[in-house]
């Protein structure tokens, strides 16, 4: 009886060392490009405002001026910190041989914030709140010289005054579309840092995607 006991528990040990050495538990690190970023809003803003507003939103624009296209920023040299922004915890099953190779970041393959503006870029939905944030900029725009809306800490429009109602569903449309610009910069610093752009993965970039944004926006006020 106890020579078929440890027949059987023989099998039971071999499967429990087998799946303790083809899970193994990492740490992924994901840095936040910030000057990047700012660039990366800077040349969407030049390139989705600016000249969608010259295109058809301003009236006084005749309609043989020639579009003119924005400067490309150099490239930032800057020195990404020690530290992480945020870390992820994950059980990854290797299934062939084990590899905890994590270098193959984004900032190691060319202009970051050119890569970050490339995959905003092909999200729809942000390109949309870019075109229609072009087309109220006329009601917006006196809002902020009035001083009856200021820009906020976390990107978003903050009321200062009274508004009309007109004034007020600008205002509301406005906040709805900046709340999808930061969150597909947020998917997108996710995927240049090789991590799958879940829900959880994008919550934990979204508040300095947020940030980076307001600090962007106030630059040009």
């Given at each position: 009886m106890?020579?078929?006991?440890?027949?059987?528990?023989?099998p039971?040990?071999l499967?429990?060392c087998?799946?303790?050495?083809?899970c193994?538990t990492?740490?992924?690190?994901?840095y936040?490009?910030a000057?990047?970023?700012?660039?990366?809003?800077?040349?969407?803003?030049?390139?989705f405002?600016e000249?969608?507003?010259?295109?058809?939103?301003?009236?006084e624009?005749?309609?043989?001026?020639?579009t003119?296209?924005?400067?490309?920023?150099p490239?930032s040299?800057n020195?990404?910190?020690?530290?992480p922004?945020i870390?992820?915890k994950k059980?990854?099953?290797?299934?062939?041989?084990?590899?905890?190779d994590?270098?193959?970041?984004?900032?190691a393959?060319?202009?970051?914030?050119?890569?970050?503006?490339k995959?905003?870029?092909?999200m729809p939905?942000?390109?949309?709140?870019y075109?229609?944030?072009?087309k109220?900029?006329?009601?917006?725009?006196?809002l902020?010289?009035?001083?009856k809306?200021v820009?906020?800490t976390?990107?978003?429009?903050?009321k200062?005054?009274?508004?009309?109602?007109a004034?007020?569903?600008?205002?509301n449309?406005?906040n709805?579309d900046?709340k999808?610009?930061?969150?597909g910069?947020?998917r997108a610093i996710v995927e240049?840092?090789?991590?799958?752009?879940?829900?959880?993965n994008?919550?934990?970039?979204?508040?300095?995607?947020?940030?980076?944004f307001?600090n962007?926006r106030r630059?040009?006020g």
């Open positions: 106890e020579r078929i006991a440890k027949y059987m528990l023989k039971f040990v499967f429990i087998f799946y303790l050495v083809s193994a990492i740490t992924v690190n994901v936040f490009p000057e990047e970023v700012r660039d990366a809003y800077s040349s969407l803003e030049e390139e405002l000249q969608d507003a010259d295109d058809g939103s301003n009236s624009q005749t309609p043989d001026t020639q003119v296209q924005p400067t490309p920023k490239q040299r020195i990404y910190p020690d530290e922004v870390s992820e059980v990854v099953v290797i299934k062939r041989k084990i590899s905890l994590f270098s193959n970041y984004a900032w393959q060319g202009n970051i914030s050119q890569q970050i503006a995959k905003i870029r092909g939905e942000v390109i949309s709140a075109k229609s944030r072009a109220r900029q006329d009601v917006i725009d006196p902020l010289s009035q001083k809306v820009e906020g976390q990107g978003l429009l903050v200062k005054g009274s508004l009309t109602a004034e007020t569903k600008a205002f449309a406005e709805a900046r999808t610009i930061i969150q910069m947020a240049i840092n090789n991590l799958d752009p879940t829900p959880e994008i919550d934990k970039v979204r508040p300095e995607a947020a940030r980076q307001a962007f630059s040009e």
